[in-house]
């Protein structure tokens, strides 16, 4: 089992889906399990405040974070995302119990490195942070046109709401890299001077694949 977590618009599933075809492994992505988890929330009831209360404002189509997402302090972004995430990492640890046994690669953010690292072992933990300015590339690529056209939309300044969460996104991807590193994790920056096939091999060498 390998675990591939780190700032959202890292390159983290490209670098998973090139490990994972080389070395013959199976892939879960978080975020194509991101409706199921949510579904079970708010069917179970599950204890998971933080996420209860995302899904309840969702669905009530209200602001899923409590304010504007233009006017949301960066801190207070940061520390509900990690809040969150510890919450859905139950989650998905429960999906991947739920997988058949095989040679497997986990990527997404919920995979927060200081989580996985009481799973696994430190070659088994890679963390990718990206640079501000290739994740901003990466957010606004035509490939994600409903993360950029629908996520701000409801906001009453969406140009000011998509500026103020990429700025919040930075926090948590500088917090993240200073804390894996802090930590000795695995941590890899990707500022798009690396294509993905060197980056692959670094993340690939280090698992020891």
């Known amino acids: ?5 780190g700032s959202g618009c890292a390159g983290k599933s490209t670098i998973t889906k090139k490990i994972a075809a080389q070395f013959n492994l199976a892939i879960y992505h978080c975020d194509d399990h991101l409706k199921g988890r949510h579904a079970r929330v708010e069917s179970e009831q599950l204890p998971l405040p933080i996420m209860n209360t995302f899904v309840a404002n969702r ?3 209200t602001k899923m974070l409590g304010e504007d997402q ?11 995302c990690f809040a969150y995430w510890q919450e859905e990492f139950s989650l998905v640890l429960d999906d991947l119990r739920a997988m058949p046994a095989q040679p497997l690669i986990a990527e997404g953010v919920p995979i927060v490195p200081w989580l996985a690292r009481k799973l696994a072992p430190r070659s088994r933990v890679a963390t990718l942070v990206g640079y501000d300015a290739f994740r901003r590339k990466t957010y606004m690529s035509p490939d994600r046109p409903e993360i950029v056209l629908n996520r701000f939309k409801t906001s009453y300044d969406p140009e000011r709401a998509l500026e103020n969460i990429l700025q919040a996104n930075l926090l948590i991807a500088q917090t993240l890299f200073r804390c894996a590193q802090m ?11 690396a294509d993905a096939d060197s980056i692959a091999r670094t993340v690939a060498t280090h698992f020891g694949l």
């Open 70 to 80: 233009a006017d949301i302090g960066h801190d207070k972004y940061m520390a509900m």
């Open 1 to 5: 089992m390998y675990w591939i977590g």
């Open 59 to 61: 669905n009530a189509g």
């Open 183 to 193: 930590r000795d994790f695995f941590v890899v920056e990707v500022d798009g001077s």
